[in-house]
Structure formats: structure tokens, C-alpha cells
């Protein structure tokens, strides 16, 4: 086939980050990820949640938390999903989700309300310290058996994070946390 | 089982006898299965024609089907019923419809549904499932068709009641051809098909969730849009396959021509713009022509209009397009920025939203000079290739001596590997839905079942399809329906005795060595044809090509030509995966 050897051609002398910007010299850097809750109106309906899972899977999406429950719209349900993603990633989590067939509305939380619950089980050696420790950080112990004591929480990831570190003290046995559920404030609606 | 005729009550009186069979009657009239709702559904959606295989779980579709005006055909393999939809799909523009059983009649189909998937083209697969009571016990055919099918469906249903299975088939098929098309899938257990329903399908919509997306895009976007491409220095279009589903190729010539710029087309939207028309710089990306490429890298504004910017086309994402800024036209939102940043997305329907543009456009970029260049490249990188005589038939020529006997109109369908590039290269497409080929997925094979389903939605119209030898060896069953349902088409094998694309990539990458790729041990595909029923030629040489394409051509039934071809012929030009469109090889040299 003819025509010159590809270092024998014109050169275009642009070009673009791997995000297909067209590098800027202004803004030459790549987009930061970023932490964000994503809620989504969904039909109630099964397969719903492995479609969605599946779909943040396939992508790799890093994904904090992923809930669902229902709303007061029984035939919906809410998904909250908290993602850190740099810029261009969160945009396509929103559009990839909004165009689901059975998604109804996608927002990012803004200015969110964000509660987590926890149930941690912590050693029994010192119930009174475990029950102290629990109200500190706005939970109680809600069953003393034998040899451990159960504790609940609700907070924001990072507050169950530290009190289950603060729990460490005492010897945690087992944890188990729901995600994150979240909700716009004000008047302002989730999605 | 619960027919309600009065038999052992010959006490009752005459009278009230007859009032309750006449109920009765009545009755029986409206009680109709699961199935029929299911066959009812299609023909309330104009179904036509459904491909497919029988089988336990979906015998009582098959059952339903036996009264009804569709024509249903039975293909050999169920990839093939894939395939044959997809192509009818792209041909018809309407939903291509599969009927298959559980099990293997499902997971056969996944090939096809992923490769319609990739391509967004509308395909309905109708699976038959064990029993509900049965689901999930590893009951015999049973496989987990939704899991399995969820991550290459746009949309799949478990039918759960005979009262609104009809209403699903009706969803899958509004949904499959609904804003960005695809592939959508009704599994149907076998307890839903077989029992007793009153309610009649209702007429096919799509979920009321799902958002239908609008024809228009914003209008201050478009403005600003078509201010920045009226101010072009280098304006090129880009057109995608979605200019094809959204039947906007008319527009898009006038809107070309009009304002002069110059057009790249991807592969799925060849045919999209008239390739013997002097803006056409046909197909750009790794085995586009040289000067696509060119204008693709030094463009300044590229207007993409329904192209997903695949990494086939882009090459590497920081050399794509380095200078130009994106206006990017597509129906589906999420496809905006997902691989090159639009800076002016314009979301809409293809049509819709270029008759806007050339609304708004303020005037014609001056982009003379640019125009001469792009005929410069032309004629730098011409695409062509030599022909000695004494040595082996190129395969490009018997490309191009099928285009210059064939219909202006004829339709292409292709398997994949060299002969597919070589198709898209030197076939001069000039009309919308004569490129029916798996572009996105790459699924060898596809081109024989294609041809069978692109006959049959445009039977009028002349079909080719061309072939490898691996991969026609893939699914050349399909010519066994073809020659049932006398189906006038023809295809030609592109025969190397290699997988060439593999040979082509072990010479380019892998130090020449030919590992596996010599296949050298195929049947004769001219007797495998004359075997099927079909008629079986073959050309050595040169001189023999006139003859036996005029001889296929003339025969009325499917003709299988065994075109022996250069078997170390390759593919060029060349942009290796991830490389930089402007550096594209025109020989092994360059690479
Ligand atoms: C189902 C499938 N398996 C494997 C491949 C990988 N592959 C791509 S091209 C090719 C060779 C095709 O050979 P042939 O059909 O003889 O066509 P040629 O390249 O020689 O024209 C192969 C194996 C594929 N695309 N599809």
C-alpha cells in the first residue's frame, strides 16, 4: 500500500488525558476521586439489585456501600450507594444507573444525611465498660450473654469506624454493618 | 382439564341447560394458555417472523405458534436463530424474535445476544424455562437464564403469571426497539405457557420507569454546537451506527454536503454516508483507510453522531482526535463522555437533533483548504493492492469484482477475521442497512446465519454473505434452513487455509510464529455445500472469478463459493490496538 512511513507524516500536536479530555494546559492534571452518595428510586421488584450490582461490578466502580430498602412507595425501593471515583467515573455511575429500565430517578445526596448501623459484638469481661464506652459514641448495649456483650450503633461511617476501634480495647468479636443510608436535607428531595 | 360443559348433571332441566352452555361457550372462548397470550403479543406487535429451535420447556409456545400467521424458522443451532434475528433486526429495523427452549437453548443464544448487545440492534430471545415450582433446583435443562443474560440485556423478564405474560413479550419488543435499541429476553416457565388465562395481551409498551429519551437535544446546546462548527477551520463528521437505527442517513448527506465536511464513517456506520461520494473518507479507526485517519487526527471540530468512540476506532484515547473539540450526538445519555469528553453533548435522537444543527448553523465553516487536504490524503494513502497473475487471487479483488457484479442495493453480511475488513474496505457502500456485521463483539460465524435472517426481511433485495474459512466453519449449518426456506443468496468464502487475522497478528507481533493458525484441514466447502442441498462452486484463479460469481448469482437458492485466495494476504492499513491513528502502518514495516 502506498503513502509515506507513519514519522515521515504530518503530525497533529495535541492531546488528551486518559479520561478523553483534551489536555488543557490549565488543567493538565487528572481528576481526583471523589466520595459521594448516590441514591436511586428502583421498581421493587427482584433482579433489580443484581442488575445494579452487576453493573457497578462489571465497571469496577469502587464502591463503599451498597443498601436497599423500601420507601414509602411500596412498589419502589431506594438504593444508596456511596462511591469514591474521580470525576468522570461518577458521572457515568449516574447515567449507567439511570438508564436501567427499571430506575426511576438517580441524584447524587447533596449536603446528605448519612446513617449507618452497626452491631458489634465486644468481650464480656467488663460489661460496664462496654455499656459506658456504647453511650459515648450514642449506642447501647443491647444484649449481655455469657461471654460477650452486643452493642448497637447508628453514625456516619467514619463515627462507627472509630467506635469500633475504640471497641478494640475490650476484644471485638464480630461486626456486622449495614452501609450507608442517606437522605438529602431539607425540604430538598433524595431522588 | 377444567372444561366446564355439564356432564353429570342431566338432572337440570332444558331450559337452564342451555343457558349454561351457553355460558360455558362463552367462556371457553375467552380461556385461552399462557402460550397463546405469549404468540398473541407478537402478532399485536406485527412480528412477522421469529427464529428459533424447539424443546421441552418451550413446546408450548411452539404449540400456539402452529396457529398463528408468523412464520417461524427453524434454524440449525440457536446461535444461528441469534444471528439470523440480529440481521433481520438490522435489515427490517425492527425487533429480530427468537423462540428457543431452556438450558442449552439458552446459553446457545448468549453469543448472539452479546454480539447484539455491542451493536445495540433489537433482538427479542423468547426462552423456555422449567417449571416455577422447579426453578432453582437443577431441574433437568434448567439454567439460570436471567443471571446468565442480565449483564448483555437491556432489559430481561421472568414471565411470572399467564395473566401478564403476553404484556412482557409486548414490553421486551417496545423495548428492544425503543430509543437506544438492544437485545431484550422474556424467559418463559413452562407452568406460565401451560395455564389457563383470561386476560388478552395489552398493546406493547415499554416499563413505565424506563426514560424514553427526548428527540430533541437542548437547543442552546445545539446553538452553541453548531456556532463551533461553523467556525471550523477542520470540521469532520463522524458517523456511527446510530445514524443508521435512527434512519437519519438522508439528513446527515444533506446536512454533509451542504456545509461541506467531510465524512469518517465507523464500521457500523458504513453505509450511512454514500462512499462514492467526494466527502466520503470511509472508515476510520485500526483498519480504516489512511485517509480517515488522517483527518480524524487533525481535525478541529469532529461532530461524532450516534458512535460510541470504540476503542477499535479511537486507537489509543490520548492520541484520538488530539485537536479537535467533540460535539457528540447520541441518544443514550451515558454513552456521552464515557470514552472521548464531549464538549457539547447533544442528546437526542441522530435525526432529530442534525435537522436542528442545520437550523442553528450560522453559515458554512470555511474549510476549502481543509477539504484539499483531505483529498491530498487520498490520494497519499490510496487504498489498493497489486495483482499478479501467476500468483494467488487476492481476496480483496474478489471483493471487488462481487461488488461490481452485485446489485447496487445488495446487502453484506460478513463473518469476522481479515475477509471482514477487507469487505468493509473494498465494497463501495452506498446505502443505510447493507452492512450487517458484528461489529462490536467480533463473532465469528455470524455471517452465514445473517444472511439468512437479512433475506428474509428484505427478500427483494439481493444478499452476500462473505466468509472466512474458520469462521464460516463455525456456523455453516445455517445454509441447511437457507436451502429449506430457498433462500436466494450467496456466500463467499474468502479461503486462505488460515485463521488470518491470527496468522496476520502472529507475523505482526508474535516473531512469525504461525502457532495453530494454519488450518489447512477444513472440508471442501463446495461439496460441504452440494452436502447441505445448496450449490457448490470454487475459483482457483483468476479467470475463473467472472464465471462462478455469475453462476451463483444466477442460481435461485442459496450458492456457496469457495473463492481459494492468498493465503499470507493481510490487512492493511493498520493501527495496532492502542496506537495512534496517525501512525498507522500501510505495511508490516511500519508496525
Ligand atoms: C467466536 C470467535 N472465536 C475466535 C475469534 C478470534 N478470531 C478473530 S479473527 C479469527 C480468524 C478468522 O479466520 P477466518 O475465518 O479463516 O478468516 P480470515 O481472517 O482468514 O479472513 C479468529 C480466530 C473470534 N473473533 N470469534
Not at chain 1, 433482579?47 to 465497571?59: H, I, P, Q, T
Not at chain 2, 400456539?64 to 427453524?74: F, K, N, R
Not at chain 2, 475463473?544 to 453462476?551: A, F, K, S, T
Request: hydrophobic letters at 40%.
Amino acid at each position: 500500500m502506498a503513502g509515506p512511513a507513519p514519522e515521515d507524516r504530518e503530525k497533529p500536536t495535541g492531546r488528551r488525558n486518559s479520561q478523553g479530555i483534551r489536555i488543557d494546559p490549565r488543567a493538565e492534571a487528572e481528576a481526583k476521586p471523589r466520595r459521594t452518595v448516590i441514591s436511586a428510586l428502583v421498581d421493587h421488584k427482584p433482579g433489580v439489585l443484581a442488575k445494579v450490582s452487576g453493573l457497578f461490578a462489571r465497571r469496577q466502580f469502587n464502591i463503599e456501600s451498597l443498601t436497599v430498602g423500601p420507601t414509602v412507595d411500596e412498589t419502589m425501593a431506594r438504593m444508596t450507594i456511596v462511591v469514591e471515583e474521580p470525576e468522570p467515573g461518577i458521572e457515568q455511575a449516574k447515567r449507567q444507573l439511570r438508564k436501567q429500565v427499571h430506575t426511576w430517578s438517580v441524584r447524587e445526596v447533596e449536603g446528605a444525611i448519612e446513617r449507618e448501623l452497626a452491631l458489634i459484638k465486644v468481650d464480656g469481661h467488663d460489661p460496664s465498660g462496654v455499656a459506658a464506652l456504647a453511650e459515648m459514641h450514642g449506642g447501647q448495649a443491647v444484649r449481655a450473654d455469657d461471654e460477650v456483650v452486643t452493642v448497637e450503633l447508628t453514625g456516619t461511617e467514619a463515627e462507627i469506624d472509630a467506635a469500633i476501634a475504640a471497641f478494640e480495647q475490650f476484644g471485638v468479636h464480630e461486626v456486622a454493618r449495614t452501609g450507608t443510608a442517606a437522605l438529602a436535607s431539607g425540604t430538598r428531595s433524595t431522588a | 382439564m377444567s372444561k366446564s360443559h355439564p356432564t353429570n348433571e342431566s338432572e337440570a332441566s332444558a331450559d337452564t341447560e342451555e343457558l349454561s352452555e351457553e355460558a360455558s361457550d362463552e367462556q371457553t372462548a375467552k380461556k385461552t394458555k399462557g402460550a397463546h397470550s405469549v404468540v398473541t403479543a407478537l402478532e399485536k406487535a406485527e412480528v412477522e417472523i421469529t427464529f428459533g429451535v424447539q424443546g421441552g420447556a418451550i413446546m408450548p409456545v411452539y404449540d400456539a405458534l402452529a396457529d398463528s400467521d408468523i412464520h417461524h424458522v427453524s434454524m440449525a443451532h440457536e446461535q444461528g436463530a441469534s444471528h439470523a434475528a440480529d440481521a433481520y433486526g438490522i435489515v427490517s429495523g425492527k425487533p429480530g424474535v427468537t423462540i428457543t427452549t431452556s438450558g442449552p437453548g439458552a446459553t446457545n443464544l448468549v453469543t448472539g445476544i452479546a454480539d447484539a448487545n455491542l451493536d445495540s440492534d433489537p433482538i427479542v430471545s423468547l426462552t423456555g424455562q422449567v417449571p416455577q415450582d422447579m426453578v432453582g433446583n437443577d431441574a433437568f435443562q434448567e439454567t439460570n437464564t436471567m443471571g446468565i443474560t442480565s449483564p448483555i440485556t437491556k432489559a430481561n423478564i421472568f414471565a411470572t403469571s399467564p395473566d401478564t405474560v403476553g404484556d412482557d413479550v409486548g414490553t421486551a419488543l417496545a423495548l428492544a426497539a425503543e430509543g437506544r435499541q438492544g437485545p431484550t429476553l422474556v424467559d418463559l416457565p413452562k407452568n406460565v405457557t401451560t395455564s389457563e388465562t383470561e386476560v388478552e395481551p395489552s398493546e406493547p409498551t415499554v416499563p413505565e420507569a424506563y426514560q424514553v429519551p427526548p428527540d430533541e437535544a437542548d437547543p442552546h446546546s445545539v446553538e452553541a454546537a453548531a456556532e463551533t462548527l461553523a467556525a471550523a477551520d477542520r470540521p469532520l463528521i463522524l458517523s456511527g451506527g446510530g445514524v443508521i437505527k435512527s434512519e437519519a442517513s438522508d439528513q446527515l448527506r444533506e446536512f454533509a454536503i451542504e456545509y461541506g465536511i467531510p465524512v469518517v464513517t465507523t464500521m457500523p456506520g458504513l453505509g450511512s454516508f454514500p462512499e462514492d461520494n467526494a466527502l466520503a473518507l470511509e472508515m476510520g479507526g485500526m483498519h480504516g483507510t489512511g485517509y480517515a485517519n488522517m483527518a480524524l487526527s487533525h481535525c478541529d471540530v469532529l461532530l461524532g453522531i450516534g458512535t460510541r468512540f470504540d476503542d477499535r476506532l479511537t486507537g489509543g484515547i490520548e492520541t484520538f482526535a488530539p485537536e479537535a473539540e467533540v460535539i457528540h450526538v447520541d441518544i443514550d445519555p451515558a454513552e456521552i463522555s464515557k470514552n472521548i469528553h464531549a464538549d457539547y453533548p447533544l442528546i437526542g435522537d441522530a435525526g432529530a437533533v442534525i435537522e436542528q444543527l442545520h437550523a442553528a448553523m450560522p453559515g458554512e465553516p470555511d474549510a476549502e483548504a481543509w477539504r484539499d487536504r483531505t483529498m491530498e490524503w487520498k490520494a497519499t494513502y490510496p487504498m489498493g493492492y497489486e495483482t499478479p497473475q501467476d500468483e494467488a487471487v487476492k481476496p480483496q479483488f474478489v471483493v471487488e469484482a462481487m461488488d461490481e457484479a452485485a446489485a447496487d442495493d445488495a446487502i453484506v453480511t460478513t463473518g469476522v477475521g481479515q475477509h471482514q475488513m477487507w469487505a468493509a474496505q473494498y465494497w463501495t457502500y452506498t446505502e443505510p442497512r447493507t452492512w450487517v456485521s458484528s461489529n462490536g463483539l467480533g463473532t465469528m460465524g455470524y455471517g452465514a446465519p445473517a444472511a439468512v435472517g437479512a433475506k428474509l426481511a428484505a427478500p427483494d433485495t439481493q444478499v452476500i454473505a462473505f466468509e472466512g474459512d474458520g469462521s464460516f466453519l463455525m456456523t455453516s449449518q445455517a445454509i441447511a434452513p437457507a436451502v429449506r426456506e430457498n433462500l436466494d443468496i450467496t456466500v463467499a468464502i474468502l479461503n486462505n487455509s488460515y485463521v488470518g487475522m491470527i496468522r496476520q497478528w502472529q507475523d505482526a507481533f508474535y516473531d512469525e510464529r504461525r502457532y495453530e493458525s494454519e488450518w489447512d484441514w477444513g472440508p471442501d466447502f463446495a461439496t460441504l455445500a452440494e452436502a447441505y442441498g445448496a450449490q457448490g462452486l470454487r475459483a482457483m484463479g483468476y479467470d475463473e472469478i467472472p464465471e462462478v460469481i455469475e453462476e451463483a448469482f444466477a442460481y435461485d437458492g442459496p450458492s456457496v463459493i469457495d473463492f481459494h485466495v492468498d493465503p499470507v494476504a493481510d490487512v492493511y492499513p493498520m493501527v495496532p490496538s492502542g496506537g495512534n491513528n496517525a501512525e498507522f502502518a500501510l505495511e508490516a514495516d511500519h508496525l
